[in-house]
Structure formats: structure tokens, C-alpha cells
């Protein structure tokens, strides 16, 4: 994107957090069960999932890190990568966490990994921490026609279908899951939950707005698919195709009863991580840092609309979760790992009960 288009963007995303502020008023697991182990080597003679979908390619730096190339049929036969990183006892089945990076997809250099110490938090934690890689701008959704920019787009059948089988043969899980996402996939984690009621047993979504079908949430969709230049009636139709209340977690907040779940957000006000050149930002120099303070920060006020919206839908509903508004908070890395570390006696409590 040249610097033209990335102002435009930035001016877009100011425009849209001020008129959308403007407009509004853990337990004790189970026995673990023993596994049979598979080489690593072997995952690529793996049985396919349903669709036919494999491992196609698997590389393995050390003994607890891996990436695999999962080739979708879904998808047109594409390969993509998926992070994987294995607890330090692998001689019983272990639970699933899949961790999803943001808008780009953890293609990019905005990553759980990069950005933040939760990997390292992880690393004794007895899981098995998934991370797939690719579906940028996409919502992580089945998208009802092909877009000239961002290809075919299944990714709700690669998540909730093709990609699960996979895992659990080749690590042996215990098939309970969590997720947990941020920013466009603080949307898409609620969204696969409703799609498939009990797949996962806790949620986490951090700065994520749950509508979709409403002029607030189609705003934040439209800023974040067409990015790059993607076309936006390609995912799920017109504005008024039925397809956009579907797919929406707010109007669909009902079928979250019986998960785990943790929402958060902060309030847009600069915090102790929005110090210029400081750790988390994502670039050096005033730019980055103006960037971060008000657009991240306009953006975040936004967010905390909407996560209020979703608060009180449950609350009518009766439905039982927990929510982390933090009295500062930009739309950033530093917030995000402090709500990551937040949430885990939640998704812990899927995890290992």
C-alpha cells in the first residue's frame, strides 16, 4: 500500500470511530488420556479429513515448534500454513487452543509471536496452541463468491471442518478446544463458536466488535475487507442480503450459552503502553505513534461500544460471561497481551475441565 492509500485508510478509520462514538448514546482436569504418538514425519501419510484435505508438507525447527501446509479442498486445493506448538509432555493427549493473529491473517509482521510474550506464556501450559496462518481481511468466513484480490474464501469450513481432523490426528489430542482472536477475529472467534455450538469450550475475544448486520458493524466490515482492495459484496452479499444477519454473533448471541467466554476491550484513552517509541508499537517514529494514539485509540472507543452492546444482550439472555473494560486501552499489541493473560482462567477452565 503506498502512503497515500495508508492515509486514506487511517483518515477512513478516524471518520468511522468518531461518528460511531458520536452516534451513541482455574479447575482441575480430567485424567488425561494416553496417546498413540505419530512422527511428525508421518503426518503427511496422515488420513484425509472428510473433504479430503491433507498435510501436505511439515517442517519442524525444534522439537515443540512446527509448521505445517495444509492443502484445502475447500479452498481450491490452496496451502496454507498452520504454527503449531506442542506441550513439553507429549505422552498423553493434551487439549487444543487455536490462537488467531488479526486482520492480516499473522501473514504479516502483526503477530501473537512477534508482538507479544504469550507463546513464552503458553510454553507450560499443557497445550497444544494452534495458529493458522492466512485468511487475511476475510473474517474467516465462507465467502459466497471468489474475490479478484483475496481468492476463494472458506474459511469457516477450513476451521471448523478440514483443519480439526488434522490436528487431532497428528497430535493426538484430546479434541477439547478454545479460541481465542483480536481486532477483526475478536469477531470471527464468536462467529465460529455460534457456527458449531460446543466446539469450543471457552472463548476469548479481545477488541472485537460481535455485530456485523447493523450500519455500526457493516462499517467496521467494509474498513477491514476492502484494505486491500478486496470486494466487499464477494463475502456476504448487498448490505441487505439475508447473509449479514446470519453471520452476525450479536443477533445470534443465544447460541453462546454454555461457553466459556471472555470479552474485552479498552476505552480508547492512552495508556501505559501508547509511550512514543514504545515497546508495542508497531513502528518507530511520531507517525506510528499518532497512528496508534488516534486511530488506534478512536478505533478502540468504538469497540467498547459495541462489546457494551454484546454485555447487555447476555445479560438479557441470562447468559453467563466475563468482561474486561479496562479504564485506558489504544487498539494495540500491549493491550491485547495484557487481555490474553486476563483470559486464561477462562479459557483455562474449557481447557482442563
Same mark, same amino acid.
Given at each position: +500500500?503506498d502512503?497515500?492509500?495508508?492515509?486514506?485508510?487511517?483518515?477512513?478509520?478516524?471518520?468511522?470511530?468518531a461518528?460511531?462514538?458520536?452516534?451513541?448514546?482455574?479447575?482441575?482436569?480430567?485424567?488425561?488420556?494416553?496417546?498413540?504418538?505419530?512422527?511428525?514425519?508421518?503426518?503427511?501419510?496422515?488420513p484425509?479429513? *472428510?473433504?479430503?484435505?491433507?498435510?501436505?508438507?511439515?517442517?519442524?525447527?525444534?522439537?515443540?515448534?512446527?509448521?505445517i501446509?495444509?492443502?484445502s479442498?475447500?479452498?481450491?486445493?490452496a496451502?496454507?500454513p498452520?504454527?503449531?506448538?506442542?506441550?513439553?509432555?507429549?505422552?498423553?493427549?493434551?487439549?487444543?487452543?487455536?490462537?488467531?493473529?488479526?486482520?492480516?491473517?499473522g501473514?504479516?509482521?502483526?503477530?501473537?509471536?512477534?508482538?507479544?510474550?504469550?507463546?513464552?506464556?503458553?510454553?507450560?501450559?499443557?497445550?497444544n496452541?494452534?495458529?493458522?496462518?492466512?485468511?487475511?481481511?476475510s473474517?474467516?468466513?465462507?465467502?459466497?463468491?471468489?474475490?479478484?484480490v483475496?481468492?476463494?474464501?472458506?474459511?469457516?469450513?477450513?476451521?471448523?471442518?478440514?483443519? *480439526?481432523?488434522?490436528?487431532?490426528?497428528?497430535?493426538?489430542?484430546?479434541?477439547?478446544?478454545?479460541?481465542?482472536?483480536?481486532?477483526?477475529?475478536?469477531?470471527?472467534?464468536?462467529?465460529?463458536?455460534?457456527?458449531?455450538?460446543?466446539?469450543?469450550?471457552?472463548?476469548?475475544?479481545?477488541s472485537?466488535?460481535?455485530?456485523?448486520?447493523?450500519?455500526?458493524?457493516?462499517?467496521?466490515?467494509?474498513?477491514?475487507?476492502?484494505?486491500?482492495?478486496?470486494?466487499?459484496?464477494n +463475502?456476504?452479499?448487498?448490505?441487505?442480503?439475508?447473509?449479514?444477519?446470519?453471520?452476525?454473533?450479536?443477533?445470534?448471541?443465544?447460541k453462546?450459552?454454555?461457553?466459556?467466554?471472555?470479552?474485552?476491550?479498552g476505552s480508547?484513552?492512552?495508556?501505559?503502553?501508547?509511550?512514543?517509541?514504545?515497546?508495542?508499537?508497531?513502528?518507530?517514529?511520531?507517525?506510528?505513534?499518532?497512528?496508534?494514539?488516534?486511530?488506534?485509540?478512536?478505533?478502540?472507543?468504538?469497540?467498547? +461500544?459495541?462489546?457494551?452492546?454484546?454485555?447487555?444482550?447476555?445479560?438479557?439472555?441470562?447468559?453467563?460471561?466475563?468482561?474486561?473494560?479496562?479504564?485506558?486501552?489504544t487498539?494495540?499489541?500491549?493491550?491485547w497481551?495484557?487481555?490474553?493473560?486476563?483470559?486464561?482462567?477462562?479459557?483455562?477452565k474449557?481447557?482442563?475441565?
Open positions: +500500500m502512503r497515500r492509500s495508508t492515509w486514506v485508510v487511517r483518515a477512513r478509520a478516524v471518520v468511522l470511530a461518528s460511531l462514538c458520536l452516534g451513541v448514546g482455574v479447575a482441575v482436569g480430567a485424567p488425561a488420556q494416553a496417546q498413540a504418538t505419530v512422527s511428525s514425519a508421518d503426518w503427511v501419510n496422515l484425509a479429513a *472428510p473433504d479430503g484435505s491433507v498435510i501436505a508438507r511439515v517442517e519442524e525447527p525444534d522439537g515443540r515448534n512446527i509448521r501446509w495444509v492443502r479442498t475447500a479452498m481450491e486445493g496451502t496454507f498452520v504454527d503449531i506448538q506442542r506441550p513439553e509432555d507429549t505422552s498423553q493427549a493434551k487439549p487444543t487452543l487455536y490462537l488467531m493473529n488479526g486482520a492480516g491473517g501473514v504479516d509482521d502483526a503477530t501473537w509471536q512477534l508482538r507479544t510474550n504469550v507463546l513464552d506464556f503458553l510454553s507450560d501450559k499443557d497445550i496452541v494452534v495458529q493458522p496462518l492466512g485468511g487475511q481481511y473474517y474467516y468466513t465462507d465467502w459466497i463468491n471468489d474475490d479478484p483475496l481468492g476463494p474464501n472458506k474459511w469457516r469450513t477450513y476451521l471448523l471442518e478440514e483443519l *480439526p481432523p488434522l490436528i487431532d490426528a497428528a497430535l493426538g489430542t484430546n479434541k477439547v478446544n478454545a479460541i481465542a482472536g483480536l481486532s477483526m477475529t475478536g469477531t470471527s472467534v464468536l462467529a465460529l463458536s455460534i457456527a458449531k455450538p460446543g466446539f469450543y469450550r471457552s472463548v476469548a475475544s479481545y472485537g466488535c460481535a455485530q456485523t448486520s447493523d450500519p455500526i458493524g457493516q462499517a467496521f466490515v467494509k474498513l477491514t475487507v476492502e484494505r486491500p482492495g478486496a470486494t466487499l459484496a +463475502m456476504w452479499g448487498a448490505p441487505d442480503n439475508p447473509l449479514w444477519v446470519e453471520n452476525d454473533p450479536y443477533v445470534h448471541a443465544d453462546l450459552r454454555g461457553v466459556n467466554l471472555f470479552v474485552s476491550s480508547g484513552l492512552p495508556g501505559a503502553h501508547d509511550g512514543f517509541d514504545g515497546p508495542f508499537q508497531t513502528q518507530p517514529g511520531a507517525a506510528a505513534w499518532a497512528d496508534q494514539l488516534v486511530v488506534g485509540g478512536g478505533i478502540e472507543a468504538a469497540i467498547r +461500544m459495541c462489546s457494551a452492546n454484546l454485555q447487555n444482550r447476555l445479560d438479557q439472555l441470562g447468559i453467563p460471561a466475563t468482561f474486561d473494560f479496562t479504564p485506558t486501552g487498539h494495540s499489541w500491549g493491550y497481551q495484557d487481555a490474553f493473560v486476563a483470559s486464561w482462567p477462562v479459557l483455562a474449557g481447557l482442563y475441565s
